[in-house]
Every structure is written in structure tokens, then in C-alpha cells.
């Protein structure tokens, strides 16, 4: 089965500079977010294109002057994309505080990348209380600022409130999405990155117009069922090579706790007068994430959760190399798996790798766990 709105967004996902050339051809001005939870409700109400940034899989070289060679190579290679002029035409880039690596981030752009001013985004370790809610609204009303000073746009607490509302549509569609996926494996892996990926280079409104298509194509056709469901987790899952591997062993995935992916897209702004706090509560609710700080863990039973409630066969770990959170949390999946009887797998991957032979050859036997 052939999906229209397949191709779609695989032109956009793999042409983010054409996006971005797009837009400046329109007037509008681009403000990069990079990973994890920007305030890009806040962008998108003032008139800017929000412009997710993931990096790209590429050789690293000037990089390396800022950071040793052990840092998160989706960090390393924003940069290097920085420096060698790939974002020239953006107006600024919010770069949020969520690990010790994008702590350090902000002051080398500072220095790697002049002419795209660094706005910061701090936010509290300790969110859900009442001061830390006044914490993140804190630092929303510095990007605001920031982003008049640099744009010149002007910031509105009613077109907040549409823009709220307009993110929330989006992520009642890309959960909706997410759950037909599950139920068709006729749509590759690679097909499925694709329609996570383009999000991030395209205005909310357009990209939840071709996900809803999509959704309306899906629920139409007759649904199939994998030899192979798989839950997958992570921060990013893009790399090609990946995909290609997933989809020539014959893996599905039925849902994903991937950052890239679905996982940013489970909370939504809450109703309420300010729609600024409303924002910062947003941020309080969010869960379910290794950046994020919870004692309790629920994002390990969520994992084990829906992977019974979709049928997976077994999980798939990718594991970002030199991404501590993601590494601390790996030993209470691993453990969660084995007392709930589900076969796990762990890939390493990072944004330098061109061979992906060895993790083929784990997941093909991890594949062959799963036939017994």
C-alpha cells in the first residue's frame, strides 16, 4: 500500500535547508530550537519559524576545537553545522539546559557561531512544585525578550493562547498517528522516521494538515500486522543506516519511546487565563523522560506498559553514545525487561557512524529471540 502523504513528508525531512530557504523566501524570520522541550509555542505566537534541530549524520571536524571528543555527537554536529554556515539565515537559536552537555553548548555557539544570537533556556531540576512552575515562566518571559531584542517581533498573550492551541491539535494528531502505525507494517521504519522528522522543519499548522491526511489514508486501508513488534527507545533514531537495518530484518515498531519521536508529543498545554503559565505548567507535567528529573522513574513502567498494551515482542534500546541520562537509565530497563519476560536489545549509535554492520548483527539476533 502506497501512502500519498509518504512521500511528502520524506522530501521534507531530507531537504531541511530548502524548508529553511522557503520560509526566508516568504519573510519569515527562523529561530532554531535544539533539543529537548523548547518553548516553541512561544516562537510560533510571535511570527518566527520554530526550527527543530537534530544535527546531522556527518563527519565532525570543527567541533572538535569546542568540545572533546566524547561529548553527545548530536550537540558536536549542531555545531559543526553552525560553523559551516548550514543555518546562515536564522535569526537566533534557543538552545534549554536539560543536560550537562547543552549546559556547555551555549557559550562555545557564542563564540562558533556569531552571526545567530544564543538564547537560553534554563529550566528547574525540580519542575512540578509551585517555584518551579515561577522558575520556568522565568525563563520564558527571558526568551521572549530576547527574541524581541533580536527579531524585532512583538510578543501577545492572545496569540500565545491560538498557538497553544494549534500545538495541541498537533499532538492529538501525532499520537493518533502513532497508534495507526502500530496497527500498519506495511509503513517502513525509515517511512516512519520521516513523518517525525519533518515536524521539526515545518509550521505546526502545515505539518498537523499532512499528518491528519495521512491519519484519514491509514484508517481507510486495511491494517497488517509485523512477525517482529518491537517497542524502541532512545533520544534519536533518524540515522539511516538505522532504519535500513530495522527494515531489512523485518522489525515494527509499535510505539516508541524515542525524544525525536512520540515522546515530546504526550503533554499538552493546559486550559487557563494566562496562557504563559499554562505553558510553564506544561513543562511541570511533562514526565516520562531520562532529562527529566523523577526519582521515581515512570518512564521504565511506562516502557513495559505499552509494550504490552501494543503487542511488542520485545524492546530496543538505541543508545546515543556519551548521553549519561539515557546511560543511568538503561539499568532499570534492562532489569524492568527481564522481570516482565521481554527480550531487550542495545544499539549504540551516534552522529559520526557510517557502518552499521554490527548493529544489524544485533538485531538480527535479537530478532531471532523473538521467534522462540
Not at 342 to 368: G, I, Y
Amino acid at each position: 500500500m502506497t501512502y500519498s502523504s509518504i512521500k511528502e513528508f520524506h522530501e521534507i525531512a531530507s531537504s531541511p535547508r530548502k524548508q529553511m530557504d522557503k520560509y526566508l523566501a516568504e519573510g519569515k524570520k527562523i529561530v532554531l530550537t535544539v533539543p529537548y522541550y523548547t518553548p516553541d509555542e512561544i516562537v510560533h505566537s510571535m511570527g518566527l519559524v520554530p526550527m527543530g534541530t537534530w544535527g546531522a549524520d556527518m563527519e565532525l571536524n570543527r567541533a572538535k576545537e569546542y568540545f572533546p571528543a566524547f561529548m553527545c555527537s548530536i550537540v558536536q554536529s549542531i555545531l559543526e553545522l553552525g560553523i559551516s554556515g548550514k543555518f546562515n539565515g536564522a535569526s537566533a537559536i534557543i538552545i534549554p539546559s536539560l543536560c550537562d552537555t547543552l549546559k556547555t553548548m551555549g557559550e562555545n555557539w557564542k563564540y562558533a557561531v556569531p552571526d545567530i544570537k544564543f538564547i537560553p533556556m534554563t529550566y528547574p531540576q525540580n519542575r512540578k512544585p509551585a517555584y518551579g512552575i515561577a522558575y520556568t515562566r522565568a525563563g520564558y518571559e527571558r526568551v521572549i525578550k530576547d527574541l524581541e531584542e533580536c527579531t524585532g517581533a512583538k510578543f501577545s498573550m492572545d496569540r500565545l493562547a491560538e498557538s497553544n492551541k494549534l500545538y495541541n491539535e498537533h499532538n492529538e494528531a501525532m499520537r493518533r498517528v502513532d497508534e495507526l502505525l502500530a496497527r500498519h507494517a506495511e509503513v517502513t521504519v525509515q517511512e516512519r522516521s520521516d513523518i517525525f522528522a519533518s515536524a521539526n522543519y515545518m509550521l505546526v499548522e502545515e505539518h498537523t494538515a499532512l499528518v491528519k491526511k495521512l491519519i484519514a489514508e491509514l484508517e481507510a486501508s486495511e491494517e497488517s500486522v509485523g512477525n517482529y513488534p518491537v517497542v524502541v527507545s532512545g533520544i534519536l533514531t533518524d540515522m539511516t543506516g538505522l532504519s535500513e537495518a530495522f527494515d531489512e530484518i523485518g522489525i515494527h515498531i509499535v510505539a516508541d519511546d524515542v525524544c525525536a519521536h512520540s515522546r515530546q508529543y504526550r503533554t499538552d498545554v493546559p486550559d487557563g487565563d494566562d496562557p504563559l503559565q499554562a505553558l510553564a505548567v506544561k513543562f511541570a507535567n511533562t514526565d516520562n523522560c531520562s532529562v527529566l528529573y523523577n526519582v521515581e522513574k515512570p518512564r521504565i513502567q511506562w516502557i513495559i506498559d505499552i509494550a504490552k498494551e501494543r503487542g511488542a515482542k520485545g524492546v530496543v534500546v538505541v543508545m546515543t553514545k556519551f548521553c549519561d541520562p539515557e546511560e543511568f537509565d538503561f539499568v532499570c530497563i534492562k532489569e524492568a525487561c527481564e522481570k516482565a519476560d521481554l527480550p531487550l536489545a542495545l544499539v549504540e549509535v551516534d552522529r559520526q557512524m557510517k557502518q552499521f554492520e554490527q548493529v544489524k548483527t544485533n538485531l538480527e539476533t535479537f530478532r531471532d529471540m523473538l521467534v522462540f
